[in-house]
């Protein structure tokens, strides 16, 4: 079956950085884009990052820009975030996603990963 893992959260001081990673089994990697969304406790869960099959194309919601970057190694089934430049409000749990190449994410990911947890912190 298909299994979305990721890793990498934890405790971060404001102005840190974070990558996580997310491991992909059960499905044909270049077949699927991938993307990030968080959740906030009482929020609703968000889009945050995705890059395109073969991570050349990629988008990021406003509160991204400039300070996270999505990317993947097909070669190793794994995307990552890398996050930096962390505020209090980027604290969430953050959940790997795939959705086929040709689909939107508007219409929801075909797969999600369990979750890992951020938190921003002093």
């Known amino acids: 079956q298909v299994q979305l893992v990721e890793s990498g959260g934890g405790l971060e001081q404001p102005g840190g950085s974070l990558r996580l990673s997310c491991a992909a089994s059960?499905?044909?990697?270049?077949?699927?884009?991938m993307g990030w969304f968080r959740q906030a406790p009482g929020k609703e869960r968000e889009f945050v990052a995705a890059?395109?099959?073969?991570?050349?194309?990629?988008t990021y919601a406003d509160s991204a820009k400039g300070r996270f970057t999505i990317s993947r190694d097909n070669a190793k089934n794994t995307s990552y975030l890398r996050m930096s430049s962390l505020k209090p409000e980027d604290t969430a749990v953050y959940y790997c996603a795939a959705t086929l190449k040709g689909s939107s994410w508007s219409q929801g990911p075909d797969y999600w990963g369990q979750g890992t947890q951020v938190t921003v912190s002093s």
């Open positions: 059960g499905l044909t990697f270049e077949s699927y884009c």
């Open positions: 890059a395109s099959w073969s991570g050349y194309s990629t």
